[in-house]
């Protein structure tokens, strides 16, 4: 996500090298954490979520939401990548300002979701 917002950044600025460098890194970053995510999910256990109540159906809406849009980023990253790497600027702003925000969106709610799965698991358990 920091890549992606510095990214963001520089291109407003009119950098337009450096944009590129930051979003190349993106892209390569979050298909290597595609990777090893869906190797690691592949040979584990699934997780399950510990909180009750209210939180439950919370958690659920996010991961779903989460899931859906991570499964168009590696799409729309792509298509967006392509065309501003072959400097077709008008339709890679045009796409960009479709994957930008789902890009932030599946960044900021995938470490939500670790988040709530693993570090606040205790909370959930004793909380309930």
């Known amino acids: 996500m920091v890549l992606l917002i510095i990214g963001y950044v520089k291109i407003r600025a009119k950098n337009v090298q450096s944009?590129?460098?930051y979003m190349i890194a993106a892209f390569a970053v979050s298909m290597v954490f595609l990777?090893?995510?869906l190797t690691y999910h592949l040979t584990s256990?699934?997780?399950?979520?510990?909180?009750?109540?209210l939180i439950r159906p919370a958690f659920f809406v996010l991961l779903v939401t989460h899931i859906v849009l991570a499964a168009t980023v590696p799409i729309l990253a792509s298509i967006t990548l392509y065309l501003g790497l072959r400097d077709r600027r008008e339709r890679h702003r045009k796409m960009a300002?479709?994957?930008?925000?789902?890009?932030?969106?599946?960044?900021?709610?995938?470490?939500?979701?670790?988040?709530?799965?693993?570090?606040?698991?205790?909370?959930?358990?004793?909380s309930g």
């Open 19 to 21: 944009h590129r460098r």
């Open 35 to 37: 990777a090893v995510y």
């Open 45 to 53: 256990e699934p997780k399950k979520f510990a909180g009750q109540g």
């Open 97 to 126: 300002r479709i994957t930008l925000p789902i890009w932030v969106y599946v960044s900021v709610t995938g470490v939500i979701v670790y988040i709530m799965l693993y570090p606040l698991e205790s909370f959930f358990l004793n």
